[in-house]
């Protein structure tokens, strides 16, 4: 089994936090933005892994039955990213999503790169593709078409706020 790398920000002084509680309405008012836009998402898709919290729960709030993942990896740690954005294995159906209505999610998206590429790659398979993200950062090329909050400080997330758990005998 290969342990996926967290990213400690224990150190850093300022960032933003958010809770498990947070997170909750959060997902609720950005649910509640793409309801209040008029589209009404076939399939939700999430950017694994930071997205497949997000996107659980914008699944249910918006009654979204239809769900799958893309992993990309980007970020290596803090600060810290590979030189390009890149898909991982296993690979995400597109043949079933041609034609459809898919909302893509995300925790944040910071440089847009990786949401630039997964965009990209749904639509030149021919879907209608939109995006949702919890954050988003002033530095971002793409801008999502939902956002609950921006901010230009490091993100804690309550789901990678302390390090993997490991057997304990």
């Known amino acids: 089994m290969t342990t996926a790398y967290h990213a400690d920000s224990t150190d850093l002084p300022e960032k933003e936090v958010l809770t498990w509680e947070r ?3 959060a997902c609720r008012e950005l649910a509640q933005q ?3 836009s008029g589209f009404c998402p076939e399939v939700i898709i999430a950017v694994a892994r930071g997205g497949l919290l997000p996107g659980g729960a914008l699944s249910y709030a918006l009654g ?3 769900s ?3 992993n990309v990896e980007f970020y290596t740690d803090v600060h810290e990213t590979l030189p390009d954005p890149v898909l991982l ?3 995400l159906d597109t043949e079933n999503i041609r034609g459809r209505r898919l909302l893509v999610v995300d925790d944040v998206v910071d440089s847009g790169r990786t949401l630039e590429l997964v965009l990209d790659l749904l639509r030149e ?3 209608e593709a939109r995006s949702a993200v919890l954050y988003a950062k002033p530095t971002t090329i ?3 078409d939902y956002v609950w909050k921006s901010t ?3 993100i804690a997330f309550p789901w990678s706020a302390e390090p993997p758990v490991t057997a304990s005998v």
Request: charged share 20%.
């Open 142 to 144: 793409m801008e999502p």
């Open 23 to 25: 997170f909750g309405s």
């Open 152 to 154: 230009d400080l490091w």
């Open 125 to 127: 398979v021919g879907a």
């Open 89 to 91: 294995a296993p690979m």
């Open 34 to 36: 793409v309801a209040d």
């Open 64 to 66: 979204v039955k239809l």
């Open 68 to 70: 799958d993942a893309i």
